[in-house]
Each structure stands twice: as C-alpha cells, then as structure tokens.
C-alpha cells in the first residue's frame, strides 16, 4: 500500500461518501435491517447512526482498510449497538454459515477485487430467510453512457481505490444465487457514468 493509499484515499473516500445525496439512500435503506447484521466495507461507518437500536441485535463490519476502520470504531462507540469489526476482506468472511440476518453494502460491491467469490461468501454467511440490502452505483443502462464507463475504468479504478465504474449489480447479485425482490435503479444527481444507482433488496434463491 502506498502512501496515497495509506493516508489520501480514506480521506477522500470518507468526503465523497459524506454528500447529502448518499445520505438519502441511506437514510431510506438502513431502518430496514434487523437482527444480526453484516456491513460489507463499513469504511468510515457512516451507515451507523441510521440503524434502528430497537431492531439491530449486532453489527459486524468487514473493513481492509486500517485508517476507515480507526473511524469507524470512533463512531461505532456513540450508538448504542454492538458492533465488531473486522480486517477481513468480504471475499473471506469471518463469519459462521447462515449466521446473518441482514447484509448491508453500500457504495462497496463496486470495490471488490474478486467479487463473485465475496457474493459466495455473502450468499454463504445469510440465513434462508435473510436479506441483503444494497445501494451501489454501476453499468448505466444506455450504450453511449457505457462506452464512457468503460473508457474511464481503467484511470478510475487506480485513482478510487480499485473502484469500477461498469458494474452491473442486477445481473451479478442475481447470478450470485439471490432473488432481487425490490429494485430501485435510477440516476442520483451528478455526470451520468458515476450516478447510476442500484439500490434495493436481495433474498437468497
Ligand atoms: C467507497 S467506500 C464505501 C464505504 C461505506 N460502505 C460507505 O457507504 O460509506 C468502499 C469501501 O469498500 C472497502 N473495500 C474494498 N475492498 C473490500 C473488500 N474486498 N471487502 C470489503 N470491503 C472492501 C474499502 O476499504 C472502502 O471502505
């Protein structure tokens, strides 16, 4: 890891992750989780003060990034659920199998180096009758948007953290065995090849 990596990167992951419009989806995703919970890529744990202190057992947060996860405990400590944090890639999750009720992953899946074997793990690690709540942005659906998401993928993923920008979640969380049972996919506010939003709920097929 170099020093942009090291220092830079978690500061500027934790401000574009910060806006207001990121925020909303939060906002409108997170009181759905109950139970058990996994957080995919906590980062900063600005997903933290959404979840409902009445229905959120424990939260364990999966975080490779050693400075995101110093912020992430800070803010672990001001809300009033248990929460474990992990070093652990979500491609290895230390986690028993069908031990989760809710995964969580926001703004992650995007990040992912070998993502089909973290969708196995996820798929692994939630009960049957879990859910994953996910809020993502990716492959944007008109052909003129791809071809500028693909050009620009190669640049991004080196500056962002090896960030993708041509994802496209509805058809790699249905091939990784769930059923996607609300999906609200639209344009947030912001150039059309970063602010292709996938947000909505998966439950194991
Ligand atoms: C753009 S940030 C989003 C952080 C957070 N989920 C949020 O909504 O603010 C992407 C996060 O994915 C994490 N990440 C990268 N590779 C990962 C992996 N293999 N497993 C789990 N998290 C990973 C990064 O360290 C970073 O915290």
New binding site residues.
């Given amino acids: 890891m170099n020093l942009y990596q090291k220092y830079i990167l978690p500061e500027l ?2 401000l ?2 910060s806006n207001n419009r ?1 925020t909303e989806k ?1 906002q409108s995703l997170l009181p759905q989780a109950s139970g058990r919970v996994l ?6 744990g ?2 933290l003060p959404f979840y409902s202190e009445e229905q959120v057992e424990h939260i364990t947060g ?4 050693e400075r ?1 996860r110093q912020k992430a405990s800070a803010v672990a400590k001001e809300i009033n659920i248990a929460v474990a944090l992990s070093t ?4 290895d999750i230390p986690l028993d199998t069908q031990s989760i009720d809710t995964i969580v ?4 899946l ?5 993502l089909e074997k ?1 969708l196995e793990e996820m798929r692994r690690v939630l009960k049957p009758n879990g859910v994953m709540l996910f809020c993502e942005h990716g492959y944007a659906p008109e052909q003129n948007i791809q071809i500028w998401q693909n050009r620009l993928n190669p640049f991004w993923k080196k500056i962002a ?3 993708h920008l041509n994802r496209d979640f509805d058809t790699l969380i249905k091939q990784a065995g769930f059923t996607i049972t609300q999906g609200d996919y639209q344009y947030m506010q912001g150039p059309r090849a970063f602010s292709y939003i996938y947000k909505g709920i998966a439950k194991p097929r």
């Fill in positions: 992951i934790q574009a992750c990121f939060r957080e995919i890529g906590i980062g900063s600005l997903n999966l975080e490779p990034n995101l652990n890639g979500a491609e992953t926001t703004f992650t995007c990040s992912i180096d070998k973290a953290g090896g960030c």
